[in-house]
């Protein structure tokens, strides 16, 4: 991913649902032209964060080794829009993963008012000519970063661990 748009994650279990935080600040760019004179985060970015967070979610569910991509929004609905010092709670959940793809749904809560509500269907591009869609060192620090693994919980309950794939790149020896 080259743009994030998400800042952390709070909860995340392997599998079955995460959520992430957004917070929508004046310092970021895109505001300053998204409108003169007031600002408003826009709903895609709202639904680009939603996708990174089920994205995230449905890559992890698969160890890191299918190639997820975004295929379609059956459901965008916006409730209100996000202007800077609004907190947003990014939630979702898996409702299936196939060998095809997968799909998430989630919404985008501003303190207690529904903001947005999404449906998001992944594709799983497994072409080996189209290569690899994210360098594995850099993947690994973004999820760092990101405090998956500092909230996350494996299916089972356990704390949730860098899979072997992403360790191995980075040159460190993975949990036995």
């Known amino acids: ?89 990014y939630s979702t959940t898996i409702e299936y993963v196939r060998s095809e793809g997968a799909m998430i749904t989630g919404t985008s809560h501003r303190g207690d008012q529904l903001q947005a509500e999404v449906e998001i269907v992944f594709a799983h591009l497994n072409d080996p000519a189209v290569g690899s869609l994210f360098d594995p060192v850099t993947f690994l620090r973004m999820m760092r970063l990101l405090g998956a693994y500092e909230v996350g919980r494996a299916a089972d309950g356990t704390p949730l661990q860098p899979p072997r794939c992403l360790l191995e790149a980075m040159g460190q020896p993975a949990a036995p």
């Not at 279990?13 to 032209?33: M, Y």
């Open 1 to 89: 991913m080259r743009w994030y748009w998400i800042d952390r994650f709070i909860e995340f279990e392997s599998g079955r649902h995460a959520k992430a935080v957004k917070n929508v600040s004046l310092a970021e760019e895109h505001l300053h032209d998204h409108f003169p004179c007031y600002p408003v985060h826009p709903n895609t970015l709202v639904l680009e964060g939603l996708a990174q967070t089920g994205g995230l979610l449905v890559c992890e569910q698969g160890g890191f080794t299918e190639k997820v991509i975004l295929a379609k929004v059956p459901k965008a609905r916006f409730h209100g829009e996000a202007v800077p010092g609004d907190r947003l709670i």
